[in-house]
């Protein structure tokens, strides 16, 4: 049983279309996250929500918005997709109140923008 | 703020050989410290995690790491290199923002395991 899945895991597509990114959690977690991985292996958080409720959002811009219909889904839509967009992207998911906030990661989305 | 700098980007041993991969933490309070894997074209794996209880913490695949308040450090180790071990090799520590804890990544160290 996978824990944390990813859709797609691959995505090529042109400069201005939009697209989306799906990630389901199966661990029974409150907390969800994206991650964007650069070319360069530079992990940097995105978003975090707990609950449905967004308590992370670094300074992404507002082509990206992540969605949550329920604790075990996070999605990422990102609008008018440029260049620089192209990174893997990774949701993980995590159980709020530990004290060690251990992160369980999904395999990976790796997004490539023509 | 929390910050953790891995101190080697690249580190490269023969197979049979001791591995070390160096981290340095920051912390204005008693840290959550984590090490992960990322083999090529994977996801991310926890390899071990400390928590405030044993200063030698030992993980998967033959790893430990000690925790070294003194030293601000959380080496990882290995007494000897396999194949596949060829990866790279994140330092993360747990910051805490209000309520919200997030963790902080390491950039990475990139290790090579040479037959």
């Known amino acids: 049983d996978t824990a944390v899945s990813q859709t797609p895991k691959y995505l090529v597509t042109q400069m201005g279309n939009d697209k989306s990114i799906k990630c389901e959690q199966n661990l029974g977690h409150d907390t969800m996250y994206w991650y964007k991985q650069d070319s360069k292996k530079f992990l940097k958080i995105m978003f975090s929500y707990n609950n449905k409720e967004l308590i992370i959002n670094e300074t992404v811009p507002n082509r990206f918005s992540p969605k949550s219909p329920d604790k075990a889904h996070l999605n990422l839509h990102i609008n008018s997709l440029e260049l620089g967009d192209s990174a893997v992207y990774f949701c993980a998911s995590s159980q709020a109140g530990l004290i060690y906030n251990e992160q369980f990661f999904g395999p990976g989305t790796r997004l490539t923008v023509l | 703020a929390q910050s953790v700098t891995q101190l080697d980007s690249h580190v490269s041993v023969s197979e049979g050989t001791p591995v070390l991969l160096r981290c340095n933490y920051s912390?204005?309070?008693?840290?959550?410290l984590f090490w992960y894997v990322q083999h090529p074209n994977k996801g991310l794996q926890l390899l071990l995690k400390?928590?405030?209880?044993a200063t030698l913490v030992k993980g998967i695949n033959g790893f430990e790491a000690e925790f070294k308040k003194s030293e601000t450090s959380f080496h990882l180790t290995k007494p000897s290199a396999h194949m596949s071990d060829a990866a790279e090799y994140f330092c993360?520590?747990?910051?805490?923002?209000?309520?919200?804890?997030?963790?902080?990544w390491g950039l990475g160290t990139s290790l090579a395991v040479n037959p």
């Open positions: 400390y928590t405030s209880a």
């Open positions: 912390s204005s309070y008693s840290p959550s």
């Open positions: 993360v520590v747990s910051d805490r923002t209000g309520n919200n804890r997030k963790l902080i």
